[in-house]
């Protein structure tokens, strides 16, 4: 077996890999001394290659939710564990994208994305073909040479979703990942990324504020409530991917979701 194969062996997301388990959960920052709680008593199962979509008002936690799972902090009390072990820093198995893409402007786009396999033991030729691949998957070739600032919002986007899925994470955590895109961009970015998940497989979990976003593309959505953050409510949409954005099934689940988040 050769090294990509063998690299596609070990961090390939099977499907029996990727389950997290978040039990009792609770955060607290500390303001001039004082404990402010941020996330009580979260609990949430999520199953191996399931995409589950976070709403919630400002400030209900959720991006501090993806940083407790994504291992930036380990200062919480309760459980959080992938595939049953304990999660106490950041991995190779969880990847993170945020709204604005952290590329470094300094490096072209192959770089910033090979920089992800740097503790990688391929050879150099390994890496450039997973480069070149993951580069494809987001239709992204002929940009290779570019540098950040020669790309769009929605490139530069697609570069830093590339980035997180080259190690083959078995979550990916995405704080609303296409939040700073204008509607058309978002709608086509929306249509990728259910195009590359169902490819992929991987685990998601996605904050977005876009109701018709976290509808399109959850297998559920979870609805957080503010002071302290907790989860307040949850929809399973039953429906197969792809989806059809038009679809009144979908329609009837945003005015429930609707009725949740604003009241009647
Ligand atoms: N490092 C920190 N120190 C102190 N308080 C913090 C810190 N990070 C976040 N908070 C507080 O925790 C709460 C939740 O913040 P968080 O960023 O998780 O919210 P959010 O749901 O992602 O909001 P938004 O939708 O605006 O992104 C807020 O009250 C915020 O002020
Ligand atoms: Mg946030």
Not at 49 to 60: D, K, N, R
Not at 69 to 86: C, H
Not at 213 to 239: F, N, Q, S, T, W
Request: proline letters at 5%; aromatic letters at 4%; one cysteine or more.
């Amino acid at each position: 077996m050769n090294a990509i194969a063998q690299h596609a062996v070990l961090h390939s997301p099977s499907l029996q890999t990727g389950a997290l388990e978040i039990r009792d959960l609770s955060k607290a920052y500390r303001i001039e001394g004082q404990p402010l709680p941020v996330l009580q008593q979260i609990n949430l199962s999520v199953r191996p290659g399931e995409f589950v979509s976070i709403v919630g008002a400002s400030g209900c936690g959720k991006s501090t939710l993806l940083r407790l799972i994504v291992g930036l902090e380990a200062d919480y009390e309760g459980d959080i564990l992938l595939d049953g072990k304990r999660v106490v820093a950041t991995s190779l198995e969880r990847g993170i994208v945020f709204q604005d893409h952290r590329l470094f402007p300094w490096m072209t786009l192959s770089k910033n994305i090979g920089l992800a396999l740097k503790n990688h033991p391929l050879s150099q030729a390994e890496k450039d073909r997973l480069v070149a691949e993951h580069i494809a998957l987001v239709n992204l070739e002929g940009f290779e040479n570019a540098y950040p600032h020669q790309l769009s919002g929605g490139m530069a986007q697609r570069a830093a979703i590339a980035r997180a899925l080259i190690n083959k994470p078995k979550v990916l955590l995405l704080d609303e990942p296409l939040g700073a895109l204008d509607a058309l961009t978002r709608v086509r970015l929306q249509h990728e990324l259910q195009r590359i998940w169902v490819q992929q497989r991987c685990t998601v979990i996605m904050v977005t504020h876009d109701i018709e976003e976290a509808l399109y593309l959850g297998d559920r959505v979870i609805v957080m409530d503010a002071h302290p953050g907790r989860i307040k409510h949850e929809i399973v949409v039953d429906l197969p991917h792809p989806r059809d954005r038009a679809s009144t099934v979908l329609q009837g689940y945003k005015e429930q979701l609707l009725e949740e988040l604003v009241g009647h």
